[in-house]
Each structure stands twice: as C-alpha cells, then as structure tokens.
C-alpha cells in the first residue's frame, strides 16, 4: 500500500514538473522567469534576450526593450543569432534566415520607444542553434 502511494506521489509530482518546464509561455507573463542569453544595460534602457522554458527550445525567444519601468516587447521570435545596441539609438536584431516565429512570418517594429530597430539577416548560418542553459 505504501509503495503504490509513493509511486502515486512520485507520478504526480514529476507530471508538475513536466508541465511547469514545457509551459511555453507565449504570452508575455510577468510570473514567469527570465533565462537570459544576453541582457545590454545602459543607465537609460535595458535590452533583454531571454526565453522562459526550463526544458525544451521549442518556445520563442524574447527581445524586450525596458526604459522608466516599463517594458515592450521588440519581437518573439525562433530564430534570433544575436541583439546589439549600437550608439545610443539603435538596436540590431540578427536573425538566422528571415525572422519567423515558428514558421510563419513576422514583422519588426522600425522604431520602439525612440530606438532605431534594425534587422540584419544571414542567409548562411553555418553556426548551431543558441544553446540553452539550464538553470535550477
């Protein structure tokens, strides 16, 4: 009896796991936590790159821009290579073929709260996939 109840516990708590760690989080939620790739801070703005998925890399990547404790959302998107800010008033977003969202198409801002948006696109990506740390 025992046994088949620890087992039942056991289940059940590696199910919530499961669950917790796939959550893809495409809505951008505040309660969710941010692994960052790469975080660019200035004393005016900060730029975030980040996912929010514990186990797989299947959910998107975030580029978030937070000026006066606010925050906007650049793009979310699968294929991001890399973000750098350049001067004081652009933003370069490179991307790893055309920018898609799983596989569908998406649009990028050309200005976010007074930053230049500015995507660059390589078309020979010979370098693997952003690795992903796990964080516990």
């Not at 056991?10 to 951008?28: A, P, Q, R």
């Not at 692994?35 to 990547?61: E, V």
């Not at 073929?97 to 050309?110: A, M, N, Q, W």
Request: aromatic fraction near 16%; charge should be positive; charged fraction near 20%.
């Amino acid at each position: 009896m025992i046994n088949k109840f620890f087992i039942f516990i056991l289940f059940s708590l590696l199910y919530f796991y499961v669950l917790e760690g796939c959550n893809t989080y495409d809505n951008f939620s505040k309660d969710a936590v941010p692994l960052y790739l790469k975080r660019i801070q200035t004393p005016d703005i900060t730029i975030g790159w980040y996912y929010k998925s514990l186990i797989s890399n299947i959910t998107p990547d975030f580029v978030v821009l937070t000026s006066n404790q606010r925050d906007t959302i650049i793009c979310k998107s699968h294929n991001i290579s890399d973000v750098v800010l350049f001067g004081k008033d652009s933003i370069q977003i490179i991307f790893c073929g055309k920018p898609e969202l799983y596989t569908e198409p998406i649009d990028i801002p050309s200005i976010v709260m007074g930053y230049k948006i500015v995507t660059k696109v390589l078309l020979d990506c010979n370098r693997k996939p952003t690795f992903r740390k796990t964080f516990y």
